[in-house]
């Protein structure tokens, strides 16, 4: 069992900046595969960046060149460095863990993840 927890959420002006952490407790993360997903009010909730448990990274588009996911297996902590933000990326925003021993991984399919953490809300003013 992972139990994850994020935090650095909070309010921030168009084109500001805020650094996401997801914590891991419970098991090493070294063994998962990570991603960040976010959902809107009445909206889906959407992919937006992943990382390999050997490092390889994967955006959605809509953050690509603004969004950098990071990992520090020392620490078993997953980061989602956000620069040049914008009102539409207004979103609770939760981290995920996918075992890798499961095998393929579909990123961007959050039924691919085992583990969820509660979510941390991000508010983007213009």
């Known amino acids: 069992q992972v139990q994850l927890v994020e935090s650095g959420g909070g309010l921030v002006q168009a084109g500001g900046s805020l650094r996401l952490s997801c914590a891991a407790s419970?098991?090493?993360?070294?063994?998962?595969?990570m991603g960040w997903f976010r959902q809107a009010p009445g909206k889906e909730r959407e992919f937006v960046a992943a990382?390999?448990?050997?490092?390889?990274?994967i955006y959605a588009d809509s953050v690509k060149g603004r969004f950098t996911i990071s990992r520090d297996n020392a620490k078993n902590t997953v980061y989602l460095q956000m620069n040049s933000l914008k009102p539409e990326d207004t979103a609770i925003y939760y981290c995920?863990?996918?075992?890798?021993?499961?095998?393929?991984?579909?990123?961007?399919?959050?039924?691919?993840?085992?583990?969820w953490g509660q979510g941390t809300q991000v508010t983007v003013s213009k």
């Open positions: 990382i390999r448990w050997s490092g390889g990274t």
């Open positions: 419970g098991r090493t993360l070294s063994n998962y595969n």
């Open positions: 995920a863990a996918h075992r890798r021993e499961r095998g393929y991984f579909n990123h961007d399919s959050a039924r691919e993840y085992d583990y």
